[in-house]
């Protein structure tokens, strides 16, 4: 069973920062995809962030320069600070991963974390 886990959502204003984790827990083999995905008020679910393989990063267009994202492998751990945040970045963040459960299982798995939610507010 694998768990993700996020935690650093909340109110802000316009300007203001915020810094969110994704924490990956239980059987995991390797994490090969770890990302943040949001969902906007009334929108679909969209890219934000993700490290596809290796140290290969990729910004939405709307977040690049603003917001970064990192990882702790040790830790099975990745963040998203979140800077100059805008009232459009507001919605339900989700982090996201890809991962192996075993050495023996090839195969790979999507995980989602249960959801965090920013506002900003203008």
């Known amino acids: ?5 996020e935690s650093g959502g909340g109110l802000v204003q316009a ?13 995991i083999f390797s994490i090969n995809r770890m ?7 009334g ?11 290796g140290t290969t ?9 603003r917001f970064t994202i990192s990882r702790d492998n040790a830790k ?5 600070q979140m800077n100059s945040l805008k ?6 963040y989700y982090c996201h991963a890809l991962l192996r459960t075993s050495r023996l299982n090839y195969r ?3 995980y989602w974390g249960q959801g965090t939610r920013v506002t900003v507010s203008s």
């Open 57 to 65: 990063s990729n910004y939405a267009d709307s977040v690049k320069g």
């Open 76 to 80: 099975n751990t990745w963040y998203l």
């Open 1 to 5: 069973q694998v768990q993700l886990v």
């Open 15 to 27: 300007g203001g920062s915020l810094r969110l984790s994704c924490v990956a827990s239980g059987s």
């Open 35 to 41: 990302g943040w995905y949001r969902v906007p008020p």
């Open 43 to 53: 929108k679909q679910r969209e890219l934000v962030a993700v490290f596809s393989s």
């Open 87 to 92: 009232p459009e970045d507001t919605g339900v």
């Open 108 to 110: 790979d798995y999507d």
